[in-house]
């Protein structure tokens, strides 16, 4: 369990630092916005493009792996997505809580913990995950989000519409052009690569700031949804969603111990701040989605330490 705080401590500590800030006026009622605007436009679509043009096919074509972790992350971020609709709950703002459910914090979190349990071996799946997390269920969240928020009666209306703002969105765009050159196999330029990894590097310090003096703000205020819809949204984080990886991982595929293990433990991580920049961004109710982040990260140290406890 030690191990575990030692690998989320700076996330407490970076969110603790944009809480202070905030109440001390370090920085003013704006630099919440400001600064997601930061990640959003700028740190995130840099980090990425880099992850997605540095990104090596063979290393990450595993077949099994990705059907257990991706169809982990489809089955929550569906039956959130279903339930939230069920409840009322517009379309933009049951994607975000798709996402407050099912997006792992693969970056921050994921790296450093897997590199600790499983060696340098499994941090090609760990990019596998992070490119499935940030990148795939990522864009699916947003290209829901754009549909809600377009009002003409018009199908054909609302398809350009939405059409062109996904066009125009950087985290889209970014990851899409990082293909791209994984594709074709160019290497980047060593004064590009730099650029971007000192850009990119931003992107989780600053969201994680961001967060923090979100909530400096909104300390007194409750969300809209209620204590319930938070609690489910961390239990189907924490609970359900690596249950479902073991399950097609283990008994469906029957991938290898350490590629399973892999899959499971990347499945329990935390809710990642993504679901909160883009609920910053699009001005949905983000105070759901900053408890959720919290509290699962502060849980986690616990319902990780009791799965890695388990003997396999």
């Known amino acids: ?48 493009f880099d992850i997605m043009a540095n990104a090596d096919p063979a290393e990450i074509w595993q077949p099994g792996f990705i059907l257990a972790f991706s169809v982990g992350c489809a089955a929550i971020f569906a039956l959130t997505l279903a339930v939230r609709l069920r409840q009322g709950c517009a379309l933009a703002d049951a994607a975000i809580d798709g996402l407050n459910a099912s997006y792992a914090n693969t970056g921050f979190v994921g790296f450093p913990l897997v590199l600790a349990v499983m060696g340098s071996s499994a941090l090609g799946a760990t990019l596998v995950a992070t490119i499935l997390t940030a990148c795939v269920l990522f864009a699916i969240a947003i290209v829901l989000v754009e549909c809600s928020l377009q009002t003409e009666a018009r199908r054909r209306d609302i398809a350009r519409k939405t059409a062109l703002s996904l066009v125009k969105n950087p985290l889209l765009v970014a990851p899409a052009l990082g ?20 850009l990119g590097g931003a992107a989780a310090p ?91 990260t502060i849980l986690s140290i616990v319902t990780l330490s009791l799965y890695l406890s388990v003997p396999r």
């Not at 944009?18 to 009622?29: C, D, H, K, Q, T």
């Not at 293909?179 to 000192?198: D, H, I, K, N």
């Open 1 to 48: 369990m030690l191990a575990n705080l030692f690998v989320v401590l700076p996330i407490f500590a970076l969110i603790l630092t944009g809480w202070v800030a905030r109440r001390s006026n370090a920085l003013g009622p704006n630099a919440t916005r400001e600064v997601n605007r930061l990640v959003v436009y700028l740190a995130l679509p840099a980090l990425l």
């Open 179 to 198: 293909a791209a050159v994984m594709v074709s196999g160019v290497a980047l330029p060593p004064a590009l690569e730099t650029y971007l990894t000192l």
């Open 206 to 296: 600053c969201a994680l700031v961001a967060l923090g003096l979100f909530l400096a703000e909104n300390s007194e205020r409750q969300p809209q949804a209620g204590s319930a819809v938070q609690t489910g949204l961390v239990a189907l984080k924490l609970i359900a969603q690596p249950a479902i990886t073991w399950v097609v991982a283990v008994p469906m595929l029957g991938l290898s111990s350490s590629l399973a293990h892999t899959a499971v433990l990347l499945a329990a991580l935390p809710t990642g701040t993504g679901p909160f920049m883009l609920a910053q961004f699009y001005q949905r109710e983000a105070l759901l989605t900053g408890r959720v982040v919290l509290t699962t």
